[in-house]
Nanobody, 122 residues
Framework: VQLQACGGGLVQAGDSLRLSCAASGRTFSSYTVGWFRQVPGKEREFVASISWGGGTLYYSDSVKGRFTISRDGAKKTVYLQMNNLKPEDTAVYYC????????????????WGQGTLVTVSS
């Protein structure tokens, strides 16, 4: 199981970005995929998750209403649309996968992609 995250970049406050997480390997029909972020020196933070089959969505309060997680089963790709970005959204964003229901505990995710850096200037 491999996850490949991309789409980060440098934007200004109020701008939008879309991150992608492409999965390869075994089928993801039973996998939840989540996005997490981390600022150097700080703890990893849950952002959003989506159950691969049922489309159950879960967001952190800090991004609810601004970020949207979605998936394309045929492409085995999960997206994170980030609108109205704020400087405090600056972080390295990681996608991860786990079996079972959506959840915010990163320790329960078994597979991780490399990070993609999002920088939001004020």
């Amino acid at each position: 199981v491999q996850l490949q995250a991309c789409g980060g970049g440098l934007v200004q406050a109020g701008d939008s970005l879309r991150l992608s997480c492409a999965a390869s390997g075994r089928t993801f029909s039973s996998y939840t995929v989540g996005w997490f972020r981390q600022v150097p020196g700080k703890e990893r933070e849950f952002v959003a998750s989506i159950s691969w089959g049922g489309g159950t969505l879960y967001y952190s309060d800090s991004v609810k209403g601004r970020f949207t997680i979605s998936r394309d089963g045929a492409k085995k790709t999960v997206y994170l649309q980030m609108n109205n970005l704020k400087p405090e959204d600056t972080a390295v964003y990681y996608c991860a996968a786990r079996l079972g229901d959506t959840g915010s505990n990163g320790d329960e995710y078994n597979y991780w992609g490399q990070g993609t850096l999002v920088t939001v200037s004020s």
